[in-house]
């Protein structure tokens, strides 16, 4: 019950991680808020919640929705905890087509939209003697081939923002962290593909097999693995973490695939095979 007497703010809380993470807040005490585009499910999950959890239609993209999400959770008694997660893959064009509006549609999704959610907490948090926000990168951030490049180059951006925001805010007592989720299984594949129903079912479930070998951990990454992961950066007992992130990636990140996959041949088994 790490968030007893807590109240936090989760974006995108409507779906995927961001539900993952409302809900595993709401268990530990906190009363949450959700901000989220999505109506249906965000006052689903509230719903299923025992009151823990409210929700507020929010466009994250639109810096006044932002304010009046971060506004209502003051309102309702003070604002400890804010998670900026809400997001979706953005244009997919290479950087050789994309225009400049779909490049700044991309980055007021994924990188304005956290800007503006420290920029609208902290003020509030800083009231109240602090607070911890957490922000939400990616793989993507740390190499090219795992999402559009808008997508990849805004994530990255959040990872850096996360730091010197942390600079900025630590006279307030204000931590300020980025969780860097891998491949998760959630709607943002089919959604991106603008795939609803039962076919977004049916490829959600395709997408669940090919997840389980995307990385050397051998099982589909969860919404459930980065919520603790963001738990654990929200809470006391990341006291003195601020400034940076956390990997949630299965062991994505450590190397060339054919470190770790046995059926990729690495340079050693390449040459000696040459060589034979
Ligand atoms: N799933 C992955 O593999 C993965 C990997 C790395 C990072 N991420 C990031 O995790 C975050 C959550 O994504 P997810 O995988 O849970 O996807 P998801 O599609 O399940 O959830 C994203 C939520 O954000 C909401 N959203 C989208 N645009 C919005 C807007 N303009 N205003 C408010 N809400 C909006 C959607 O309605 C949805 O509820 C995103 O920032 C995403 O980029 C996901």
Do not use: C
Request: cysteine-free.
């Amino acid at each position: 019950m790490r968030f007893q007497g807590k109240r936090a703010v989760v974006t995108g809380g409507a779906s995927g991680i961001g539900r993952a993470t409302a809900l595993r807040l709401a268990e530990e005490g906190a009363e949450v808020l959700i901000g989220d585009l999505n109506v249906a499910d965000g006052e689903e999950v509230a719903a299923t919640s025992n009151g823990r959890i409210r929700f507020q239609r929010t466009d994250v993209t639109q810096a006044a929705e932002i304010e009046a999400l971060m506004t209502a959770a003051e309102d309702a008694g003070g604002l400890d905890v804010v998670f900026n997660n809400a997001g979706a893959a953005g244009s997919r064009d290479r950087i050789d087509e994309i225009s400049p509006d779909d490049w700044d549609r991309t980055m007021a999704l994924l990188l304005r939209s956290v800007a503006m959610g420290i920029r609208y907490a902290a003020p509030l948090m800083a009231k109240r003697g602090g607070g911890a926000i957490v922000n939400t990168s990616s793989v993507s951030a740390f190499g090219s081939g795992m999402a559009p490049t808008a997508y990849s180059t805004a994530k990255a951006g959040v990872l850096h923002l996360t730091k010197v925001a942390a600079a900025d805010l630590a006279r307030h007592k204000i931590r300020v962290n980025a969780v860097v989720p891998g491949f998760i299984t959630t709607n943002i594949f089919t959604s991106a593909l603008g795939l609803e129903g039962q076919v977004r079912d049916h490829v959600n479930g395709m997408i669940a097999q090919t997840a389980a070998k995307a990385q050397p951990v051998q099982r589909a990454g969860r919404p459930e693995d980065i919520a603790a992961a963001v738990a654990y950066l929200a809470s006391d007992d990341a006291a003195f973490v601020t400034g940076t992130h956390i990997l949630v990636d299965g062991g994505m990140l450590v190397g060339t695939r054919a470190s770790w996959d046995e059926d990729v041949p690495g340079l050693f088994s390449t040459l000696e095979a040459a060589s034979a």
